[in-house]
């Protein structure tokens, strides 16, 4: 099986890669037009939630991306079979994700005064997303170099930092502060820790919930945990985290581990997700259930030959238990990918901030569990039927995201 996703088409660059080029792309802007947020209502389109400020700070970068008809072996010399230039970086996709979903995203990071950040400036605010908190200065932006392998659907990153570094001092008290003044949520991809640690504590001063995504082990990610208010984290990171080899077993221990936490999501590809939620309420007296037979048993019910994405819940308010580890009180939830045969998929570049960018819109939406973890997988499937992580993300007029926006600002207290 392979992970599907919605397509939606946007204009792009893309173009073939002739084998004589040799010198780095052309850094050419690729503009997208902002949404019509009036034309909602008129096309059956609720109005999105007034509380709709999210402030984000991590990574940013310009992607160049060559897709290619197998990965290279060792010394081989192969040809392009296209070519496109495009921002990146977790936090610029998932703000930008974000910004097409509706949300009105800040965004604090650091590029230099070059061709490639005037790129990445140029694009992140025709999608919306407001760049007053970026500082910008003398030096080289962030860039990746990224092999999509049309054989195995994979893609290889190869990274290179922006230069100098963001440090705190780069980020003044009333830049901060305006940054969060009016923020509903906070979101940090774990990058820029010194920067965003500082963020996170200003944020909860104030009481506002913070988002990290835990992609994997980073200098100063435990400290920002320890903050934090939800996580979404990849498949291998529960596992490196707490040294435990079951997922299962190891989304426990990070509840336990940090009190704070109301809820971790395991983004697992074409396997779905999983999501571990804290209950309000101590369920000390109730049932307990052993979180390996409790997942095996909502496995069960899945229905396969669903290519849509669904969400399986477990009772809520039970008692979790890992063996040797320990018991939460909450509930455990399994979400489906949604599936697309091999030819039509494209690249899985950014899949995974996709999906973080519309658990940022449910969050601030009031969708429950049960509805965000389906819509968070269809809006992350958009992108894998397009090259890149920002071209097929879908825009709130996509009717396909219909269902899932109709009413959202029920049965959750997410951000109470």
């Known amino acids: 099986m392979q992970v599907a996703y919605l397509l939606t088409c946007s204009p792009s660059l893309y173009f073939s890669f002739p084998s004589a080029r ?3 792309p052309p850094i050419i802007p690729r503009i997208f037009p902002r949404a019509e947020m009036s034309s909602f209502s008129q096309d059956g389109h609720p109005p999105f939630a007034e509380n709709g400020v999210v402030l984000g700070c991590g990574a940013l970068s310009l992607d160049y991306l060559a897709t290619v008809d197998a990965f290279p072996k060792p010394d081989d010399k192969i040809r392009s ?23 009105k995203p ?6 230099a005064n070059d061709a490639q950040g005037k790129n990445i400036l140029t694009e992140l605010k025709g999608d919306g997303v407001d760049t007053s908190f970026i500082v910008v200065s003398e030096g080289n932006s962030p860039f990746t170099y990224i092999i999509v392998d049309n054989e195995t659907k994979t893609r290889t990153c190869i990274h290179t930092p922006g230069y100098p570094p963001m440090v705190p001092n780069d980020l003044s008290d009333s830049k901060l502060f305006s940054a969060l003044d009016g923020s509903s949520l906070v979101y940090l991809d774990g990058r820029l820790h010194e920067t965003a640690l500082v963020v996170a504590k200003e944020a909860t001063q104030r009481k506002i919930p913070i988002l990290v995504d835990a992609e994997r082990k980073r200098e ?3 400290e920002i945990l320890k903050l934090a208010t939800y996580i979404v984290c990849s498949e291998k990171f529960p596992q490196a985290w707490t040294t435990i080899p079951s997922i299962p077993n190891a989304l426990v221990s ?3 581990r940090l009190p704070k936490i109301k809820f971790v999501v395991v983004t697992r590809g074409d ?7 804290r209950s309000i309420n101590d369920a000390r007296e109730a049932e307990e259930v052993e979180i390996g037979s409790l997942l095996e048993s909502l496995m069960q019910k899945v229905d396969k030959r669903s290519i849509i994405p669904t969400c399986i819940s477990s009772k809520t308010n039970i008692r979790i238990s890992a063996d040797g580890i320990g018991s939460i009180s909450g509930r455990l939830l399994v979400g489906t990918a949604e599936l697309i045969s091999p030819s039509e998929l494209t690249d899985t570049t950014g899949a995974g901030d996709a999906f973080i960018g519309a658990i940022l819109y449910a969050l601030c939406a009031g969708m429950p569990a049960e509805k965000m973890l ?11 039927r397009a090259l890149g992580a920002r071209s097929g993300l879908p825009w709130r007029t996509d009717r396909r995201l219909a269902p899932f926006l109709a009413s959202s600002n029920q049965n959750s207290n997410f951000l109470a």
């Open 254 to 256: 990070i509840l336990l």
């Open 374 to 384: 389906p819509f968070a997988s269809q809006v992350a499937a958009a992108g894998c």
């Open 22 to 24: 040799r010198n780095i």
């Open 81 to 103: 079979t296209s070519l496109k230039v495009e921002g990146g970086g977790n936090t610029g996709n998932a703000l930008t994700c974000a910004a097409r979903l509706g949300l």
């Open 220 to 222: 100063g990610l435990d």
């Open 106 to 111: 800040r965004l604090i990071s650091k590029i």
């Open 271 to 277: 396997k779905g997700c999983l999501m571990l939620e």
